[in-house]
């Protein structure tokens, strides 16, 4: 009998239109350390265990192709483009998981996709570290959610178990499953993973300050 290897596949949500950035900037194109923020995201995303992986881009699409050029021809990347980004963060939560599920019949018979880490491209201080570990409680706990915390405080990015699914595809307006996650509080399963940084999301011109700031540090 055949061993089928179950996979986490990655779902990073990189569409939104920086709104609260405020000057036209973009927050994912925003540099750190050379590179803009979005490739960090993706780096963290590609040394993890997490496969495939789901790039959805919207606002400013082809400029955003054109900052992360070395990670489009990347196998392991899919990148879909959200038409209907400005409806909010679930029309492209809803693409990846429609993009996953076709892809679900195109993998070997031996590999199945169980699971999907739902993440935010402006999150740069994300770490393979942080994506393992959450994916290694999944495979331990058996609970159909996982959920990190920081400091006691949860976070992102979240992991959905694939029977989850449906309920994701409902999921509408400006929110990534956050009313999945309310529906099934008893199913999650958090893990603490300490510094309360790694969380920061590159929102406004503040928070994006705040990143530097810690990347400096660290290096």
Known sequence: MTNISHHTAAIILAAGSSSRMGEGRHKLLLPLHDRPVLAHVLDAVLASQARPIMLILGHQAEQVRTHIAAYTAHPEVTIIENPDYLEGMS????????????????KSPDSKIDSALVLLGDQPLITAQH??????????????????????????????DASLFPELLEVAGDEGGRSVLERHRDEIATVEMGNPLANIDVDTWEAYHRVVEVW???Q
């Open 216 to 218: 400096e540090q660290k």
């Open 91 to 106: 029309t492209s939560l809803r693409l990846g998981i429609q993009t996953l599920q076709a892809h679900l019949y195109r």
């Open 131 to 160: 994506i393992d570990t959450l994916i290694a409680t999944y495979r331990t706990t058996g609970k159909r959610i996982i959920a990190p915390t920081y400091e006691g405080k949860r976070g992102n990015p979240i992991l959905f």
